[in-house]
Structure formats: C-alpha cells, structure tokens
C-alpha cells in the first residue's frame, strides 16, 4: 500500500468520517495518522532515524522527510539523527547548535504488518483522544444532575447510559427500596469523575444530599436566580431529609418558595426521591436558633451550648421527647448533621433533677467549709456562687447585696473562706512535694498546689517534664474515632484550664528550659507578657 495520489484525499475524508464518529476533533485523527505513517517510515529506513511526516490538510498529501538536529561536539548520542556543527556546514551556511537539517525521503509501501501497525496506532491515538473528551465533558459537569439510561446491571451495580459514554451508579448510591430494569430512564448526580486506565469512569449517586439540593434548583427559580440559597442538607435517603435555606430578599419567604403553590414544588422533588419526607427549615445566622428550627416538628424549651466541645444541650418538654429524638434517632440525627454539632436531648424534669442535684451538692459544700447553717448556703447558692473562691475574693459589695448579710457576716464568711482555701493549698503543696515535685516546677508560676498535686499523679515532677506535655494533655481535649466525638480528659481541666492557658504554659517552660528561642515563635506561640517577663527573670 503505498501513499499515491489515489488515495491521497481519502486520508482526508477517512479523518473527517472517525471524527464524526466519535465526536473528535479532525486534527487530532490527522496527527495519529502522520504517527502512524512515521513509525512505518522508521520501520524502513532504520529506527535511529528521525523521520517525521505531515499530511496537507488540503490536497491530503503526505510527505515524508528525515530530521537532523545540530548539536555540541560531545553531545553527539545517535549520528543517524545529531550532527555537529562542523558537519552541518556541509548543509548549512552558518549552522548554530539546535538548528534542524530536513532532507526529504520517499514515501514507503506500507506491507500488511505495516499497514497493521499503522492502523493499530491510529485506533490507538482516536481512543485516547475520545477518552480525554469524554473526561473534559464529564468532569465539568461534576456536581450537577444528569439524565440516563439502565443498560444492564452487575452485581447490584447499574450501569447507565448517559449519551456519550457510560457511568455507574453503585449499590450503596442508589435508594434502598429502588428498583430498574434495562431500558428505565433515571435520573442521577454527577458525584465524581475519575481518570483510570480503562478510561474516565462517571460515578453517579442518588443517594447525596447535594442531589435533592440540585433537585430544588431545578424546581424552584428563585434559587436558581441566587435569591434563595440553601445553607445546609442532610438526608436519611428515601425516608427523610432536612434542608436549610435563606433568602437575600426579604419580600421573599424561602420556605414557601421552595413548597410552592399548594406544595407543587417540594411535591416534584419528594416524588423523584421516591417519597422521601422533606423538612424545610429556615436558616439562621445564630446557632440556638437554628438549632431550635432543625428540630422542627418538636418543640424546645432551652438550648445550652458548649462551643469548646462542639457539643449543644437541648431541653424539652417530656410530652416532647420522642418527637425530638425521632424514629430510631432520625430526628435528632438529621438535625445533628445539619448544624454540624453534637446534639444532646434532655427532658425538662431530668434537667431539673440535675438542677436540684446540683443546687444540695453546692449547698452541702459551703455548709462543710465554711461552717454555715443551711440556709445562708442555699442564699449562696441562689447568688450564683458556686465555689470557695468567688467566696473568698469577691467583692464584699456583692455578698453584702445579699439580704440578710452585713459586713461582719461577709468580712467573716470571706476569712473563713480563705483559711480554709490556704490550708488545702499547705496540704495540697505538702502531698506534691511528699510526691517528688521538684523546685523547678513549684517555682514555676501559674500552678498552684492543688494543680501541681494533680500534675504529681499523673508523675508530672520537674520543669522538664512539665515542658513536654501537650496542651491538650492538660486542657483535655476531643477526638473524633470512627465518627464519633471522644473526651480526652486533661491533668488539670478540673481546675478549667483552657486550651491557649495550657500552651501558654508549656511554652514558657520551654522558653525556661532553653528548648525554644522566643524570637523564632510565632505570634500564636508566644507566651503572655507577665509569663514572659518571669521567664526572663
């Protein structure tokens, strides 16, 4: 077979006829086909030549020519494709390194292994070049919803025919009691697109919280247009789902547009998730409030929340509980997701238990320290103190604000209070040294006894070993294991020792010790100026 006038334009017409089919660009099968011809050529004049061919995308005419590069003296790797420059000035004037010498050659018959291993490659470059389109259709529709196909399904996989190629839908994607046969047509979200070696590969879902999301944008305009947005989505797939919105226009109820006239629109999405509840809630800036909304249909009477932990307390009413909490944790669970916070449900008579439990320990406490009758401890208590300290250092205007009080009770009730704080502190103090606590860390200020009786249990006895603990190995802390939010419990939390206190502290030492240069800390790192200017001293 060789390259002749005869069949010169069908070169041409044979790339337009592949590029049609396959939904590529022409050029791209042309460049195949000049690669194709030049691993031919090299095949007949040697392989270390450097043959290269170009194809006019005119008349379809392919000339073949050998390429010589002009390289340095020593660079010279392969004499049937470099020169040097004192050879190339047999074929050029003034050659220069990196100049190219083209000799034309003639074009090849191509035998039929030949024209086998063009057509090989040719197949080849089209496949890549269909894959590579396939992959830059698909990945910029990642995220939006596509419409389909079943053609077939494979170990509890459907596959889909989505147009231009194929995608799956896996078993754990799809709608638990969902069921297809071939030729159905469905309706998926574009979760991922992956390039791998059998091809890019669509990866549908029905099972995301972002396609009933993508699903509300199609059904309701104002999202579309941005007025609406939702905020957050979480769903239980085919059995409930919440989802919050907000609208930036206040002439516009975003729950309503989203129901629609008669609930027409939320009734199109329900319909497509195959019955799947729908909650729509109003998104709100403040996390209470949200909170209170997400839980929606139950009623709340209080919402106490713990941003340390990431953790919210809930109260309602009892009748209220089951509703809260849902069928199997639902509820509650969706709610949870939604707000991104651990959520913890509690009745109005358990948190008056706890109230009241708490109420008689505080009473019981200020009645055993400071030597006092019940009921000026219960008038403490109701005053909002809650330990020995705020007793003992408070201002004695806000006890004498207390009715009954006068400035002998209160001058008496603090010394009582103090004594009985510094002889804890000896105790604490002679226990920790009893314990092996050195100087270096009984000096160390910012400890107290009590917190360095507490660091001895846990064998925590010099500067040094202080200087390598972890903040959280102090403050305590959260980890998240397998989903779920773990305490760790910290040496001195007890005496509520917050995170930055804690690594304000190890810092110091560590700026003591000599183990840290405070010029190399960052502004985050730095310890207080009152710590530092101890650590000086």
């Not at 889909?160 to 969902?178: H, P, S, T, W």
């Not at 403040?286 to 909304?293: G, S």
């Not at 139950?298 to 089951?322: C, F, M, R």
Request: some cysteine; proline content about 3%; hydrophobic content about 40%.
């Amino acid at each position: 077979m060789a390259i002749t006038s005869a069949n010169q334009l069908e070169l041409l017409q044979t790339a337009e006829a592949v590029a049609r089919e396959k939904m590529i660009d022409p050029e791209l099968v042309i460049q195949a086909m000049e690669d194709s011809l030049a691993r031919a050529a090299k095949s007949r004049y040697g392989a270390d030549n450097d043959i290269r061919v170009k194809i006019d995308r005119k008349t379809g005419r392919a000339t073949f020519a050998r390429i010589r590069t002009v390289v340095e003296d020593d660079a010279v790797e392969n004499h049937h494709a470099q020169l040097t420059v004192k050879q190339a000035k047999n074929y050029l004037a003034d050659p220069k390194i990196g100049d190219e010498i083209i000799d034309d050659v003639p074009p090849v018959d191509l035998g039929r292994i030949a024209a086998q291993s063009a057509k090989q490659v040719i197949l080849q470059k089209v496949r890549e070049a269909e894959r590579d389109r396939q992959y830059e259709e698909f990945i910029d529709r990642k995220g939006t919803i596509i419409n389909g196909v079943v053609k077939r399904e494979e170990y509890g996989n459907l596959i889909v025919d989505i147009g231009r190629g194929e995608a799956i839908l896996r078993r754990n994607e799809k709608i638990g009691r969902e069921a297809y046969r071939p030729n159905d047509r469905i309706r998926c979200y574009i979760k991922d697109v992956r390039r791998e070696a059998r091809g890019p590969q669509v990866f549908l879902s029905r099972t995301d919280p972002q396609f009933m999301a993508e699903l509300f944008k199609m059904e309701v305009p104002e999202i579309y247009d941005g007025i609406i947005e939702i905020k957050a989505v979480a769903r239980d797939p085919g059995s409930r789902a919440k989802i919050a919105v907000i609208s930036f226009d206040n002439s516009i109820d975003p729950v309503g547009a989203c129901v629609g006239m008669r609930g027409s629109r939320v009734q199109a999405v329900v319909n497509e998730l195959q019955g799947e509840k729908i909650d729509i809630i109003p998104w709100n800036q403040d996390q209470a409030t949200f909170l209170v909304n997400a839980l929606q249909p139950a009623e709340v009477s209080k919402v106490v929340i713990d941003e340390e932990a990431g953790k919210i307390e809930v109260v309602v009413p009892d009748e209220q509980l089951s509703l809260a909490i849902g069928r199997r944790g639902q509820n509650v669970r969706l709610a949870s997701q939604l707000t991104g916070l651990d959520i913890d449900i509690v009745t109005e008579s358990d948190e008056s238990a706890r109230r009241q439990a708490e109420f008689a320990e505080r009473t019981k406490l200020f009645m055993d320290t400071l030597d006092i009758d019940e009921m000026m401890a219960q008038l403490l208590v109701s005053e909002g103190f809650t330990n020995l300290e705020e007793v003992a250092y408070v201002e004695s205007d806000e006890l004498l604000s207390i009715d009954g009080f006068d400035e002998g009770t209160a001058g008496e009730l603090q010394a009582r209070a103090r004594d009985y704080i510094e002889e804890q502190s000896r105790k604490a103090m002679e226990t920790a040294r009893a314990m092996g606590v050195e100087d270096s860390l009984v000096n160390f200020e910012g400890l107290t006894p009590q917190m360095l009786e507490a660091l001895a249990h846990d064998n925590i006895k010099t500067l040094e070993d202080f200087a390598t603990c972890a903040d959280w190995e102090l403050a305590g802390g959260w980890t998240t294991v397998n989903g779920q939010r773990v305490k760790d419990e910290g040496v001195l939390e007890k005496f509520e020792v917050s995170l930055e206190e804690a690594q304000n502290l190890v810092m110091t030492a560590r700026v003591m010790l000599g183990w840290v240069d405070p010029t190399e800390m960052t502004p985050a790192e730095e310890p207080a100026d009152d710590i530092d200017e101890e650590a000086e001293a």
